[in-house]
Every structure is written in C-alpha cells, then in structure tokens.
C-alpha cells in the first residue's frame, strides 16, 4: 500500500473483529511511527499499547466507575472543543454526529442509545488493541501537535498492515482513572485513546464516510 493509498483508506472504525493483533505487528506500527517529525525534534509522544487481560483491566475498571460518574472525571485536564462552537465547525461537527447515529438506526431523540455508543468508546469499540497517547502535561500547543503527527503516523502505518484505527479523545474524560491505572509519572498526560485492530467490515457504523471541505476552502495556492 502507497501513502495515497494509507491517506485515503483510513477512516475511522469503530467495530473490530475479535481478530488478536501480533505484539510483532503493534511493536512495528509503533517503532516506525517514531520517524514522524517534531519541533526540535522533541519528539514528546509517550504511548501505552493493552490488549488482552491489560486491556481487559482498564475497561472493566471505568465500565464500574462510570454508574457513579456518568460524565467522566471533572474537572478535564483539558476541553475537548471550546465551550461554544462556531460556524463552520459547529456545523461540521454537529453533521459528523448526525451522520455517525445514522448508520446505526440512533434518532437525535434518543439520548439513551447516544450516550450507550459514546459509552463503546471506553471499550475501544471492541478492538483487540487499546492505545494510549500521553505527554508531559508541562509542553505546549506545538508539543501537542507533534503527539498528533504521532498518532497519524501510526493510524496510516496501521493501514500498511491491513490494520484500522480511531483516535479517541473521550479516553480524556476518564484521565485519572487512566493515569491510575498506567500508573503513570505525575508529570505525564493523557491527551488521546486510539482503537486498533482489524475492521468488522460487516458492521453499519463502519459505513460513515465523512465529509470534508473543499480543497478552495482550506487552502490557498499563490504565486504558482
Ligand atoms: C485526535 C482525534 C480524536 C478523536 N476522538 C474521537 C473519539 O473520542 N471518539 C470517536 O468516535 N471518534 C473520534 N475521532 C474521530 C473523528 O470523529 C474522525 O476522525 C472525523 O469525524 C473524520 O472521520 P474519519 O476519521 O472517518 O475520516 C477523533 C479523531 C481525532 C483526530
């Protein structure tokens, strides 16, 4: 598979086959991603990988923490989008929604069955493989940036080995069960989860396709 290739089918999957993913695929993924570039080559990416029992262990652990705390752990360590979206993204972001429940039959009314797919994320969306991105929670903005340039790097060498992905910034609603878990330094943050395994072809969530702007709106080619 070429770059174009990897870049155009990566979509964001979220059903997975029960289909166990060789620790020798996951250590290549995640070796090869270190090449991504990085400010100063800072490269400030710390990434967990779980599967089986580990993996197990930490969803089992935030499906009994949530009765309690349906909404996760406040306060955040950081907003997820600004209070209040403005236009074009509020629009964008309320069609990937819209689009997203579509798939699966959900009506806007139906806030039960909203909240109980939101809730699949907390089980990566049943992949054999959670990732969970950190970094030290003293960088800044570029820093932050240089972990998604990561974490695409990984979804698209994913794609190389037959393998589909979705990023998952919910994971941040659970941090402190996630750094208690991870046991992780006080000085390191979760920003993003990331599902990883092979792709339920069959599943109707897995059919969105979303949108993007067009090339004019997002880019501007001058002096050519
Ligand atoms: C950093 C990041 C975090 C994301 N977090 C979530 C998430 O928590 N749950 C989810 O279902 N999708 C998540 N997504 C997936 C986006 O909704 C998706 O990338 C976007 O709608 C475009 O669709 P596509 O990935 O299928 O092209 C995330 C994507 C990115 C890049």
Redesign the pocket.
């Known amino acids: 598979m070429n770059v174009s290739e990897a870049v155009a089918t990566r979509?964001?999957c979220?059903a997975y086959l029960p289909t166990p993913v060789p620790a020798a695929t996951v250590r290549a993924v995640l070796d090869a991603a270190r090449q991504s570039p990085s400010g100063g080559n800072l490269q400030p990416w710390r990434v967990y990988a779980l599967a089986g029992p580990s993996l197990a262990g930490l969803v089992a652990l935030v499906r009994s923490r949530m009765p309690a705390n349906p909404l996760g752990e406040a306060p955040v360590e950081y907003d997820i989008y600004p209070g209040h979206l403005w236009e074009p993204f509020r629009s964008r972001r309320f069609k990937?929604g819209e689009d997203l429940y579509a798939t699966i039959g959900v009506k806007r009314e139906d806030k039960l069955a909203r909240l109980l797919q939101f809730a699949r994320?907390f089980e990566f969306f049943g992949a054999p493989v959670g990732l969970l991105f950190c970094l030290d929670r003293r960088l800044g903005p570029p820093q932050w940036s240089d972990v998604?340039m990561y974490?695409q790097t990984v979804m698209l060498l994913a794609r190389g080995h037959g393998l589909d992905t979705?990023?998952?910034?919910?994971w941040s609603i659970w941090h402190r069960t996630v750094g208690e878990y991870l046991a992780l330094p006080p000085e390191l943050m979760l920003f993003?989860g990331m599902a990883l395994g092979y792709r339920d072809e069959s599943a109707p969530i897995n059919r969105?396709r979303?949108e993007r702007a067009p090339l004019e709106e997002v880019a501007e080619l001058r002096g050519f």
């Open positions: 979509t964001s979220r990937c994320n998604g974490m979705c990023a998952q910034e919910a993003s969105l979303t």
